[in-house]
């Protein structure tokens, strides 16, 4: 039987001896039909017993006059039992209205008179099990929530410890400052980013945006960054990365994800960056005199739809003082209240005034100014930065 057709369950509790059979003769059909099913008790400390040996209980019936533990206290037993799901309903004489309205305070539920009436009993206990109904799925609504909460935690504790969150992040590599940081638009994101070094002279930056939003994109995205990260430490051409990367990744692909990804290799002695751009949003390069260029795309095809695509690369010379600004489109394609992007031209306007501060607090700047613009607008996107200062040899 399943948890939805289980009998509801039902303690009787009462010292009068003829209390059992008149509620066995009363609901014997619903008894044989296995819609009812009773427990029963003489008074209160007996009742406690009941319920703690039995967890199937669904709702109390008991009267208040008892010898031993009466009802009043015994209904004081149960609320510290915290078991919200279980209501009791008094069972007490005509004219014994104080008790009454001390059990109604205490927290009873409904209340019949003695000599029971069975319809009205029966439309009282109808009331009660449909109270304890609601209550039960609240519970249960409440306990899956609570579930998926904690397993939303560990998939964002998980996420999060697959990008770098140290800076600076090669104390002892003077060639270069870097910062980066990740601003999900749901409790878990689908943006990624990483950066490597290669060998002794080439460092691997790595920004991608995984096609949807929440657990799923977050577990692409997880997969889309050990495979690039893995394919870039057989130090290969950064376009050849990319080539690979594609392949394995349709391999991994469900549900016709995708992932854009800007994929470069800086050369800390030279200054050198080449670069491979599958989809993503064309990075800025801010020069010493606080110029703002936009690196040429490379024309290529995001990664996870078709394999065996080619990705072509281009290279652009860095001097000491250059700084490179990677991001995902939920920068210039956040929105404010009346649904009007951010854009390009305003991230350029910010970038432009940006050189020489630490490299954090560019990254610090735009955010802050992409949320002032926004306003009370909703998150729509990913937020993610990638910064760096190539500082020479």
Do not use: W
């Not at 039995?54 to 008892?66: E, G, K, Q, R």
């Not at 997969?223 to 870039?232: G, K």
């Not at 009346?338 to 610090?364: P, W």
């Amino acid at each position: 039987m399943s948890a939805n057709n289980k009998p509801i369950t039902i303690l009787s509790v009462d010292d009068e001896k003829d209390m059992e059979d008149l509620i066995r003769q009363k609901f014997r059909r619903k008894i044989r039909k296995k819609l009812y099913s009773f427990y029963f008790a003489n008074d209160g400390g007996e009742a406690l017993e009941v319920l703690k040996e039995h967890n199937d209980i669904d709702f109390v019936l008991s009267d208040i006059n008892m010898p031993g533990m009466d009802g009043l206290t015994f209904l004081g037993k149960v609320k510290e039992l915290n078991r919200p799901a279980l209501k009791v309903v008094m069972v007490t004489a005509y004219g014994d209205m104080d008790n009454l309205r001390t059990a109604m305070n205490n927290g009873a539920f409904d209340f019949v008179n003695k000599p029971i009436n069975f319809d009205d009993l029966e439309i009282t206990m109808n009331k009660t099990i449909e109270q304890v109904r609601q209550i039960k799925d609240s519970l249960a609504e409440k306990n899956k929530l609570i579930s998926i909460q904690k397993d939303l935690d560990i998939a964002k504790e998980i996420q999060m410890s697959l990008i770098p969150q140290v800076f600076p992040p090669f104390p002892d590599r003077k060639e270069v400052d870097i910062f980066a940081s990740m601003d999900a638009a749901k409790y878990v994101g689908g943006d990624l980013y990483d950066f490597f070094f290669i060998d002794d002279d080439r460092l691997g930056f790595v920004l991608g945006d995984v096609s949807g939003k929440g657990v799923p994109a977050a577990i692409f995205m997880a997969v889309s960054r050990t495979i690039i990260r893995t394919t870039a430490l057989k130090k290969l051409p950064a376009n050849k990365v990319m080539e690979e990367s594609n392949d394995l990744i349709c391999q991994e692909s469900l549900n016709q994800m995708f992932v854009t990804v800007f994929y470069g290799i800086l050369n800390v002695k030279t200054g050198e960056f080449e670069y491979s751009n599958g989809g993503h949003c064309p990075p800025y390069k801010v020069t010493e005199g606080g110029e703002v260029i936009l690196l040429k795309k490379t024309g290529n095809m995001v990664l996870g739809i078709m394999d065996g695509m080619p990705y072509h690369i281009k290279k652009v010379q860095l001097d000491p003082g250059d700084e490179v600004f990677i991001f995902s489109d939920g920068v210039p394609e956040a929105m404010n209240m009346k649904n009007e992007l951010y854009s390009e031209a305003r991230l350029e306007k910010v970038l432009s005034t940006v050189h020489g501060i630490e490299i954090s607090e560019i990254s610090n700047k735009v955010v802050t100014d992409v949320k002032q613009y926004a306003g009370d607008a909703e998150q729509s996107d990913d937020i993610t930065i990638l910064t760096f200062r190539y500082n020479g040899k």
